[in-house]
């Protein structure tokens, strides 16, 4: 079944369809307002509430965007308001143990996880608008529009946070800081 039948039938009620799109789109959603709130549990939960409010307001969607498109940014929203209201980012919970695997999948994880760990150091600032601009696709001026700045402000808050990016994944002989060497030998004596 296309995507387009799915949200009639969910528009229509059918818990079925819901489903489906809820199995077609969860790990984005969760990934996307994990990377803007930098804690696992409050993904999960801001997660859940982007569902809801994306079935209680699917009758608003016309689809002129891609529903995918209109979701994730519903789920931005959802956890920008959330930011908003809170004073202090939580801390980073620390991530599941993972299985010993190869070499080549070895480096994946590394790498993710540098990225991972360098992202969750930004400070919520730069965070936001890296993730927005960089993963997300969103435009200056969209950026400024959600998080009620300037797009020049915007602008420079991506040039500061790819910076900063910059020098955490640097080596750590580089004098930079950074959290490669220490990813690295974390996977190399199986601590993930």
Same mark, same amino acid.
Request: hydrophobic share 40%; with cysteine.
């Given at each position: ?26 790990? @984005? ?6 990377? +803007? =709130? ?14 809801? @409010? ?7 969607? @016309? ?7 209109? +979701? ?26 993972? %299985?010993? =695997? ?11 996880? =540098? ?6 150091? +930004? %400070? %919520? ?32 808050? +991506? ?6 990016? @910059?020098?955490?994944?640097? %080596? ?21």
């Amino acid at each position: 079944m296309e995507e387009r039948d799915l949200i009639a039938s969910a528009k229509a009620g059918e818990r079925w369809a819901m489903g489906e799109l809820y199995q077609l789109h969860a790990r @984005r959603v969760y990934t996307v307002i994990r990377r +803007l =709130v930098g804690d696992d549990h409050l993904a999960e939960d801001l997660s859940q509430e982007a569902w809801i @409010r994306a079935f209680e307001k699917l009758h608003l969607f @016309r689809g002129d965007a891609a529903f995918g498109t209109w +979701l994730y940014r519903l789920a931005t929203n959802v956890a920008l308001n959330r930011l908003r209201r809170s004073a202090r980012r939580r801390p980073v919970e620390s991530a599941a143990e993972l %299985p010993r =695997v190869s070499r080549a999948e070895d480096d994946v994880i590394v790498t993710r996880r =540098v990225l991972s760990q360098a992202l969750d150091q +930004l %400070p %919520p600032g730069y965070r936001r608008v890296l993730v927005l601009h960089d993963v997300e696709g969103w435009t200056h001026r969209d950026i400024a529009e959600a998080l009620g700045c300037s797009p020049g402000t915007s602008k420079s808050q +991506l040039h500061k946070a790819r910076a900063r990016m @910059r020098q955490l994944i640097a %080596p750590e002989d580089s004098g930079n800081g950074g959290v490669r060497d220490k990813a690295q030998r974390e996977a190399r004596h199986g601590r993930r």
